[in-house]
Nanobody, 116 residues
C-alpha cells in the first residue's frame, strides 16, 4: 500500500507562484510512476502533469509553460512548481502513483490551491 502526502497548497494572487510537494510513504518502490491531478468544483478531475518510467514528463495544455514537474529521487518526492497562476488554476490538487503501465491506484488526500 502506498500512502501519499501532499503539501504546499494555499492562497495566492493571480500571477503568483506555489510549489506543491508529494511524499510517498517510506520504502515505497521508487519505480512507481507519479503525477499531479486537479479537480475544481463542478468539474471533472484532470491531469496536470505526470512523469513516466523513463523520466519523460507530460503536461496538460493549461500547464505548459507555467508549471514545472520534477522528482527528487533521493527523497522520492515529487514537486510541482506553479508559476504565473490564474484564477482558473483554483482547484484541489492531488498527487497519485501507479505501477508504471498500470492505473493510478494510489491517491493523496489533496491540497487546496486558490488563486484570486
Amino acid at each position: 500500500q502506498v500512502q501519499l502526502v501532499e503539501s504546499g497548497g494555499g492562497s495566492v494572487q493571480a500571477g503568483g507562484s506555489l510549489r506543491l510537494s508529494c511524499a510517498p510513504s517510506p520504502y515505497t518502490n521508487k519505480n512507481y510512476c507519479m503525477g499531479w491531478f486537479r479537480q475544481a468544483p463542478g468539474k471533472q478531475r484532470e491531469t496536470v502533469a505526470r512523469i513516466a518510467r523513463d523520466g519523460s514528463i507530460t503536461y496538460a495544455d493549461s500547464a505548459k509553460g507555467r508549471f514545472s514537474l520534477s522528482k527528487d529521487d533521493a527523497k522520492n518526492t515529487l514537486y510541482l512548481v506553479m508559476n504565473s497562476q490564474k484564477p482558473e488554476d483554483t482547484a484541489m490538487y492531488y498527487c497519485a502513483a501507479r505501477k508504471c503501465g498500470g492505473n493510478y491506484d494510489f491517491w493523496g488526500q489533496g491540497t487546496q490551491v486558490t488563486v484570486s
